[in-house]
Nanobody, 118 residues
Framework: QVRLVESGGGLVLPGGSLRLSCAAS????????MAWYRQAPGKEREAVATVSSGSGRSTSYTDSVQGRFTISRDNAKSTVYLQMNSLKPEDTAVYYC??????????WGQGTQVTVSS
């Protein structure tokens, strides 16, 4: 059974940084593509960043976080990270980790709240 557990959310001042982690279990982690999504109140869930399976050589970002956020993976720890710098109030959302298997099944974590406010 695949399980994803996010951590690292919290309250941060504008311009600050946070690093989110998502630990996976129940799967051969390196075989799966990973992604971070977010959902702000009253808005649809949106993809923030993706990383390919294996070494994670291929990454992609939504325009609004390009240059500020970095997604990475550590296959030895079965963990994907989202380093978030220069945070803005509009980054406030619940952040979700998603795992996509080679046969295109999706699994989601429970989410972690990120609040950017002074």
């Amino acid at each position: 059974q695949v399980r994803l557990v996010e951590s690292g959310g919290g309250l941060v001042l504008p311009g600050g940084s946070l690093r989110l982690s998502c630990a996976a279990s129940g799967t051969a982690f390196s075989l799966n593509a990973m992604a971070w999504y977010r959902q702000a109140p009253g808005k649809e869930r949106e993809a923030v960043a993706t990383v390919s399976s294996g070494s994670g050589r291929s990454t992609s970002y939504t325009d609004s976080v390009q240059g500020r956020f970095t997604i990475s993976r550590d296959n030895a720890k079965s963990t994907v990270y989202l380093q978030m710098n220069s945070l803005k109030p509009e980054d406030t959302a619940v952040y979700y980790c998603k795992l996509k298997t080679p046969d295109f099944r999706d699994y989601w974590g429970q989410g972690t709240q990120v609040t950017v406010s002074s």
